[in-house]
């Protein structure tokens, strides 16, 4: 092989790798961050809860993962939906209180004003994964 084809080869090679290297850097930066984040884990150690919210210039988005024990692997994933209306972060400060089961949680969180609110999710209910 000659030395201009294996320069040909190598310079394309390079050449898709940076396309792909700042097309991944791009649409990582594209993903915002959450605004806040909580993390709780359950009395017995086998689930844990992280709530976050999203907010942009009009409205927030507030989530909740849950972890859990899973029979095909070591973790399983819920998302769960959380109904707050909101243009403002309101997890400034969050408290987990877990059901006797572990199948709920009661949330109590206080926002940058000092206002509290909370809600309950059933993973039965709220959560998919």
């Known amino acids: 092989m000659s030395t201009r084809r294996l320069a040909f080869i190598l310079g394309g090679v ?7 290297g700042g097309f991944g850097w791009a649409v990582w930066l594209a993903i ?6 909580h993390s ?32 095909e692997g070591p973790i399983a994933q819920l998302r769960c939906g959380i109904d707050i209306t909101a243009t403002e972060p309101q997890f400034e400060a969050l408290d987990v209180a877990w059901g006797p089961d572990e199948n709920t949680v009661d949330v109590t969180y206080t926002n940058a004003d000092g206002q509290s609110d909370g809600f309950t999710l059933d993973f039965a209910r709220d959560c998919v994964g």
């Open 32 to 37: 915002p961050e959450p605004d806040t984040r």
């Open 40 to 71: 709780a884990t359950s009395p017995s150690g086998e689930r844990t809860i992280h709530i976050f919210e999203v907010c942009f210039e009009d409205s927030c988005v507030h989530q909740a993962v849950l972890e859990l024990p899973s029979v």
């Open 14 to 20: 390079l050449f898709v790798a940076v396309l792909l």
